[in-house]
């Protein structure tokens, strides 16, 4: 007990008794952790640690948390993407921008960048959060990730040559089919996910879950081998009316606000929750209600399309400018639906 | 041809789209085998046959230049091809006549085809969860056609063996490799009596001691992270930070950037996501016709309290152009998203195992489901209009005489998402 309290919290040790039990915890825990060795020759400037460091730096940055998504980008690639993906989040020191690209030093400039990306965010947690164990159905309740391209952190391969346009159109095309697959393989999980939590209603010890999620109820098969603010109502008197007018009026746009500003005010949801299907009684604890986030998504649905067909408008309009520049022709557009 | 600069980063963006979806595509497939398994009845231990291999589409991308169709390409022509198939032989049942049994025309058109080819097997949609009842007919169909000298096919099968193969056939959720062997006894799903279904038994499970014991201690570490969480925000630690952060920005000689690139890419987002929802918000209630003057009032302060948010936005805007004129940012190379800078890790603050989210029906959960993918959907569209408009909007514009099917082709895939065209006539002077 005495020693749990103390890797719990380690920062009330001052002094360097603690520090090699938190450099071992840190790197058990982080993903492609490097030895203590490694930060310890790290503190030294020592250049054997710079590539350790490089991988861990790109591990941490990159937006994929999946598992080995990109193995194969060589060093300096990897290099070069943790450089301007720290600069972009504003790390202040230029050194950093400075060293080869090659691993072959900067070992101690390295170990600054790890405790900067420490100190601004809690790392660690975030990163359990994310490689924990899954017992229960989890699904996202934010799209943080959902379909996260790769974008320069995967390892693409060159197109051979200039591509005709029609390349384009067939790729979009495909991409089209694809959402249209997604759509329906979403669609039968979501059957199937209910069915199961149905029929297993009841077997859970946990009283509050209810009923098994897939990962439990695939280890029972196979054991070896899971608000939204109202209006007001009105007085009768025409101060009291005009007041709670107001009140209404304020309530709806501070809401309408909440729905952008994600980092202030009350914190937007973020991250994976374990379904559950509503039993009879409703579980104690904090929970989300599946039709809070559905509002939620909605207005973010609305949003999004809304400014597609801006952005399309105007796309629109600009073509309609060059296409004006050739004369003798006639454009008729497709029919709006 | 588009030059090879435009080329490539147009290539590499969809290439990028395309394979993020093919990455969830993945993972939803995984457990959707696993789902369907787990609703069929359960195998008993022993007899388990291997699980038909996952398609071809896995993790490596098709070395191949980008326009030349890859195994997932075939995979997907071969879908296409089924459903067509399907279709076709759909319209066909309906042309003969309606009453009569479809098992002939069924039989008829397996055995047209030969066996080999994965192409023409037999014509049903992927991604049909309840089959069983088409499996059914089709075995029963294989069956009545390749062995009638057997007789009547058996329901209860004696040996082990039987039961692996029957195993095969019930497992055979794709079409293809089941039905290879035509003298197999097929059945439909298999009638053993100890079979278990979740069906009928599923909530006698339980749940075993271990599990329950790791699972309860599972929270309690959960609960003492958590709790362990406020007092480091108010603790020595919280100021070391600030500390260290501060000295890090001084040491470095430059007065340091107010906000990083993805900061401000953030915020710009979030101001734009504020002004369509301010445009709504105003048209709505330019809409709505008050009908007494108590709404017409409230309408008023509505309106007055967006104008007050919008003047706020701008002012935010200008703040941010001031504080970026000043200095220049790096560029911003995170792929997609950059709403978060670092893997979104989920929780609220202060816990950080996750929360439930409850769910009352099917429906639900559907419609909970298809807006998140619907949300993710629309964001690739958002990103790749921005970047198709960056790539081939000056391409057309700096041509002289820009080719009419580039044009045609430009304008479908900028104002109507690739999905429509547009006609182009040549105006000749009526004769």
Avoid at chain 2, 162 to 170: F, L, M, Q, S, T
Avoid at chain 2, 222 to 227: C, G, K, M, R
Wanted: charged content about 20%; aromatic content about 4%.
């Amino acid at each position: 007990m005495g020693r749990r309290r103390r890797l719990v919290d380690p920062a009330a040790k001052a002094g360097a008794g603690a520090l090699p039990e938190v450099i071992a915890a840190l790197s058990r825990s982080l993903p492609a952790g490097p030895s203590p060795e490694i930060f310890r020759r790290a503190k030294f400037d020592r250049p054997e640690a710079a590539p350790a460091l490089w991988r861990l730096l790109f591990r941490l940055l990159s937006p994929l948390s999946a598992d080995g998504a990109s193995p194969t980008l060589a060093q300096e690639a990897q290099a070069s993407l943790v450089k301007s993906a720290l600069r972009s989040q504003g790390y202040p020191r230029l050194a950093l921008a400075q060293l080869p690209e090659d691993g072959s030093r900067g070992s101690r400039e390295l170990l600054l960048a790890l405790s900067w990306l420490l100190a601004r965010a809690p790392l660690p947690e975030r990163l359990l959060a994310q490689a924990h164990v899954q017992l229960g159905d989890e699904m996202p309740v934010c799209e943080c990730e959902a379909l996260a391209s790769p974008g320069p952190w995967a390892l693409h391969v060159e197109a051979e040559g200039p591509v005709d346009i029609r390349c384009v159109q067939w790729l979009m095309g495909r991409l089209r089919f694809r959402w249209r697959c997604l759509t329906a393989s979403q669609q039968e999980q979501c059957t199937l996910l209910s069915k199961i939590h149905l029929y297993t209603r009841g077997c859970h010890s946990d009283r509050s879950l209810g009923h098994l999620s897939v990962a439990e109820t695939e280890m029972l098969r196979d054991p070896e081998g899971g608000q939204q603010v109202g209006g007001q109502g009105r007085g009768p008197q025409w101060s009291t009316a005009r007041q709670a007018l107001q009140e209404a009026v304020e309530q709806e746009l501070a809401a309408l606000r909440w729905a952008w500003e994600q980092d202030r005010g009350p914190a937007r949801p973020h991250g994976p929750h374990r379904l559950v299907r509503l039993g009879d009684e409703a579980p104690g604890g904090q929970y989300l209600r599946a039709a809070e986030v559905i509002q939620a998504l909605k207005s973010q649905e609305a949003c999004l399309e809304a400014a597609l067909r801006r952005l399309q408008g105007q796309c629109r309009q600009e073509l309609a400018r060059l296409a004006g520049a050739l004369p003798g022709l006639i454009w008729i557009l497709p029919p709006r639906r | 041809m588009l030059p090879a600069g435009c080329s490539r980063r147009l290539v590499a963006e969809l290439r990028g789209a395309l394979d993020a979806c093919a990455e969830r595509q993945l993972q939803l497939e995984q457990s959707l085998r696993v789902s369907r398994r787990l609703l069929r009845a359960w195998e008993p231990a022993g007899t388990l046959a291997p699980e038909p291999p996952p398609g071809p589409e896995t993790k490596e991308e098709d070395p191949s230049p980008a326009c030349t169709p890859s195994s997932q390409d075939l995979k997907e022509l071969e879908l296409l091809t089924q459903a067509l198939e399907k279709a076709v032989w759909v319209r066909k049942g309906i042309s003969k006549a309606g009453g009569r049994h479809k098992a002939p025309s069924l039989k008829s058109g397996f055995f047209a085809t030969s066996p080999g080819t994965t192409a023409s097997t037999p014509p049903w949609a992927p991604g049909q969860t309840g089959s069983h009842a088409s499996e059914a007919k089709l075995s029963r169909g294989i069956h009545q056609t390749t062995v009638p000298a057997k007789g009547h096919p058996e329901h209860r099968l004696p040996s082990a063996e039987h039961r692996a193969r029957v195993g095969v056939e019930a497992r055979a959720a794709r079409p293809g490799p089941g039905l290879r062997d035509q003298d197999v006894a097929p059945l439909a799903a298999p009638q053993a009596p100890e079979a278990f279904t979740l069906k009928e038994k599923g909530s006698l499970l339980q749940l075993p001691a271990a599990f329950r014991k790791a699972a309860s201690q599972n929270s309690r570490l959960w609960a003492q992270l958590s709790s362990a969480q406020p007092r480091d925000s108010t603790d020595a630690t919280a100021t070391a930070k600030t500390q260290f952060l501060q000295k890090m920005q001084t040491a470095s000689g430059r007065p340091g950037p107010v906000l990083s690139a993805v900061e401000v890419e953030a915020e710009v987002g979030r101001l734009q996501e504020a002004c369509s929802l301010l445009r709504l918000r105003m048209r709505e209630e330019l809409s709505a016709g008050p009908t007494d003057w108590m709404q017409e009032y409230r309408g008023l302060l509505t309106l007055e309290g967006l104008q007050a948010i919008a003047r706020q936005c701008l002012h935010r805007l200008q703040e941010l152009r001031a504080a970026l004129a000043e200095q220049p940012l790096g560029p911003c190379p995170v792929g997609r998203p950059s709403r978060a800078s670092l893997p979104c890790g989920g929780g609220t603050g202060s816990s950080w195992s996750p929360q439930l989210l409850l769910y009352s029906s099917t429906q639900e959960l559907q419609t909970l489901a298809a807006l998140r993918l619907r949300v993710a959907m629309l964001d690739q569209q958002m990103h790749l209009e921005k970047v198709l408009m960056a790539e081939l909007l000056p391409l057309v514009s700096s041509q002289e005489l820009p080719s009419l099917a580039l044009c045609r082709a430009v304008h479908s895939l900028l104002c109507e998402g690739g999905e429509h065209f547009l006609t182009i006539l040549h105006d000749d002077p009526a004769d």
